[in-house]
């Protein structure tokens, strides 16, 4: 079965300080992979989705991600953050084949001002 | 807004009553799914439709659990019998149809069994 781990439960970081939030899957064939994000008090919104091609993905809020088959990994980065990423980031991922999204448990960051 | 929406928002029930969710998707997405999601994890997967045809269920959703779809618009999610493990937040998402269509999600139900 699919599987999703988040190696980080809670970050905290200061404004301008770069973010790298971990992300690792189990399953051997092609898979589709998503960050999603939710603001306090918001939906679930994506940030960004991996389905072929460039292992590098930009989503928005300059937000990128690195896909690495070899790792089975697709970490999510920026920068520089703000106060305004502080939320909850989730890391999903569907096989080709599927329409289910299997997440992650989500870290939430936290950036001080 | 456009969005997807569901209704009510937040349900407080005892413990052995029914309960019903109602989603509606974006107006022109054939594809609609439940996830749920309980405290510090994230959303699973329950159910999906592709118009009205209910295509596949998660282990997740016992027999108490039934989800329709019935024009291929609006779906419903009732649980009965309600127990106090069915205490999460209830989402729906929707999509177009094709392989490479982001899910869109609405703001939840939060329900809680007392």
């Known amino acids: 079965a699919q599987s999703v781990s988040q190696h980080n439960h809670h970050v905290i970081l200061s404004e301008a300080a770069s973010l790298e939030l971990g992300c690792n899957y189990s399953?051997?064939?092609?898979?589709?992979l998503f960050w999603y994000v939710q603001y306090p008090g918001q939906h679930l919104q994506l940030l960004l989705k991996?389905?072929?091609?460039?292992?590098l993905v930009k989503g928005i809020k300059g937000f990128e991600a690195e896909f690495i088959k070899s790792k089975f990994s697709f970490n999510l980065r920026k920068p520089s953050v703000q106060w305004s990423d502080t939320a909850e980031y989730f890391c999903a991922v569907r096989s080709q084949a599927g329409t289910a999204l299997i997440f992650g448990k989500g870290t939430t960051l936290s950036v001080s001002s | 807004d456009t969005g997807v929406s569901q209704d009510p928002r937040h349900k407080i029930t005892k413990r052995g009553q029914n309960v019903t969710f109602r989603c509606d998707p974006i107006?022109?997405?054939?594809?609609l799914y439940w996830y749920r999601q309980t405290l510090g994890q994230g959303p699973e997967f329950l159910t999906y439709f592709q118009n009205e045809a209910q295509l596949e269920k998660s282990r997740l959703l016992s027999d108490r659990f039934s989800a329709e779809r019935p024009k291929g618009s609006f779906s419903t999610l009732e649980i009965q019998r309600t127990e106090q493990g069915d205490s999460a937040m209830y989402l729906c998402?929707?999509?177009?149809?094709?392989?490479?269509?982001?899910?869109?999600f609405g703001p939840g139900t939060r329900l809680t069994v007392l």
């Open positions: 998402a929707s999509s177009s149809g094709g392989s490479y269509n982001e899910q869109f």
């Open positions: 107006s022109e997405h054939n594809r």
């Open positions: 399953y051997g064939g092609t898979v589709n």
């Open positions: 991996y389905f072929s091609g460039d292992p």
